[in-house]
């Protein structure tokens, strides 16, 4: 009975066997329902909510009252990038048609939703939003206006928008990752990349408010933001940079969060510092052009000066991590901060040049329990692979009680060893604490091809929202499709849908 169990140490459900169904699998007393699809018009000028659903945020409608319901909520959903074969549907060339097609089915959802009975719905509602590839959206922080973006103060759109974050102040970062092949994809569209890759703010709750890159928390494959609050005041951001061999990242802003000044708080992440992890040492290391000689020393191959200025270094945050001794990982996924001891939690997905195909998630500790300190201590908490269960752990969540929820993406690894055996992606839980502490218990299976991202507990812990993404991408054509999941009735083609998962016992701490 998952109401007697440690919610502590024990997961609330009975862990189900890997599968391979074009659905969603439960475990017993579970069950989900669709709430938004690709597609599916849910704003008053008649826009369609995107493809590739991929982070979501969870904005109570009253946050900014005080209050955190668990029945009403603004939600912003992350569409990461679509596929040709759904979206335009000209898969040999891409006409202007298909381009602005694509472009509009990428960016951002802001979708108000209210739980009616059993089951969640979108609601009407002037703040119901798309951000997309045509967005103005505003530079801010130190490259703005610099020779690495052409001089730009304003920009058009976000893509590649992966992961992301929640600030205390309720505003949405999402998180601008794959971002280098719509240079040729998009030809002709204006597209810069050099405008993509950063970390981007946009506030659900003020249309009227342009969206902000924040080029201080570098250029990279930004995967995820997890923003914490100093013990100072002064605002924390940990970034993993989605690359074989790459780095993990620390933002610390300049000003101090105010809780009464929201209007401040939206500047807060403008300025501030830059820091690499050194897992070598457990060290910091600050990405500051004029006080870091490396960073000036610098050179390519052939032997040109890397850098001219602290502009060039947040550019190509990449280059400037590796030459102060930034440590490559395993490509960073999500990071997540637990809500009870404070300690940082990576997923580190996998990395096929060096033959691992599993993964594994390791965390760390701040000295002094300090989110600003420059040192650290790291440990593995779980490991992926035949022993385990999971391979390839990617989005993370706590629930309140600090057990860890996380998604697995096998989709890109076309020689797994894991493939066989592990199905199709899965949902595990881990206690954190306990001597079950770090073990898997698998809770969900994705529909075929899927990766189910973005998960986030409604304040309350009965309801669970999760993005199902990509399902059926490994079909060939409309002809062929492997999966039907979510698909409109009338018709077989599957659609990137945010589902609710109900049946969770709550939080009762
Ligand atoms: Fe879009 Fe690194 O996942
Ligand atoms: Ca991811
Ligand atoms: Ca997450
Ligand atoms: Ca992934």
Redesign the pocket.
């Known amino acids: 009975d998952p109401n007697t169990v440690n919610p502590r140490t024990l997961p609330p459900f009975r862990a189900i066997p890997t599968g391979q169904a074009d659905t969603l699998t439960l475990p017993t007393g579970f069950r989900f329902h669709t709430v938004a699809s690709w597609g599916e018009v849910f704003t008053l000028d008649g826009r369609e909510i995107g493809f590739n659903h991929?982070f979501i945020g969870y904005f109570p409608i009253d946050l900014l009252e005080g209050g955190k319901s668990s029945t009403e909520a603004l939600l912003t959903i992350n569409h990461?990038y679509v596929n040709a074969l759904f979206v335009g549907g000209d898969t040999q060339n891409r006409t202007p048609a298909q381009i602005e097609a694509e472009m509009k089915a990428v960016g951002v959802s802001v979708v108000r939703v209210r739980k009616e009975g059993r089951e969640w719905k979108v609601v009407m509602d002037a703040r119901n939003r798309r951000i997309d590839a045509l967005t103005d959206i505003e530079l801010t922080g130190p490259v703005r206006g610099s020779a690495a973006v052409k001089g730009a103060t304003l920009v058009k759109g976000s893509v590649?928008n992966?992961?992301g974050g929640q600030t205390p102040w309720g505003t949405l970062l999402t998180c601008e990752?794959?971002v280098d092949g719509y240079q040729a994809a998009w030809a002709g569209s204006g597209y810069e990349a050099m405008h993509q890759g950063w970390v981007t703010e946009i506030d659900p709750f003020d249309a009227a408010w342009m969206p902000k890159k924040r080029t201080a928390m570098g250029r990279f494959?930004h995967?995820n933001v997890a923003i914490t609050v100093a013990k100072d005041g002064r605002v924390v951001g940990y970034m993993?940079d989605?690359m074989q061999d790459a780095c993990v990242y620390k933002f610390v802003s300049r000003g101090k969060y105010n809780p009464i000044n929201r209007a401040t708080n939206r500047d807060l992440l403008t300025e501030g510092d830059l820091y690499v992890a050194n897992f070598g040492n457990g060290s910091w290391v600050l990405l500051d052009y004029d006080k870091n000689k490396k960073l000036q020393d610098a050179k390519s191959t052939d032997g040109k000066a890397l850098f001219a200025s602290q502009a060039d270094v947040l550019a190509d945050a990449r280059a400037s991590a590796l030459a102060v001794g930034g440590t490559p990982v395993d490509?960073p996924?999500d990071i997540e901060i637990h809500p009870k001891t404070g300690e940082v939690y990576v997923a580190l997905?996998n990395n096929a040049k060096h033959g691992n195909y599993f993964g594994q998630i390791v965390k760390f500790r701040e000295t002094g329990d300090d989110w600003t300190a420059t040192n650290f201590l790291w440990e593995v908490f779980a490991v992926g692979g035949p022993q385990s269960g999971f391979a390839s752990p990617?989005n993370l969540v706590f629930d309140p009680y600090g057990n860890l929820w996380m998604v697995t993406?096998n989709s890109d690894l076309a020689t797994n060893p894991i493939k066989g055996y592990h199905g199709n992606n899965a949902m595990f839980f881990f206690a954190t604490e306990g001597p079950n502490a770090g073990q898997a218990h698998r809770f969900a299976i994705g529909p075929v091809d899927a990766e189910m991202?973005g998960p986030v507990f409604s304040p309350d812990g009965k309801t669970l929202f999760v993005s199902i993404q990509h399902p059926g991408e490994d079909s060939e054509s409309l002809e062929k499709l492997r999966s039907n999941f979510a698909a409109k009735p009338g018709s077989n083609v599957p659609r990137p849908t945010l589902v609710a998962i109900e049946g969770f016992p709550g939080w009762r701490a």
Do not use: W
């Open positions: 991929d990461e590649g992966c992961s990752e794959n494959r995967e993993g989605d490509r996924e997905t990617d993406d991202t």
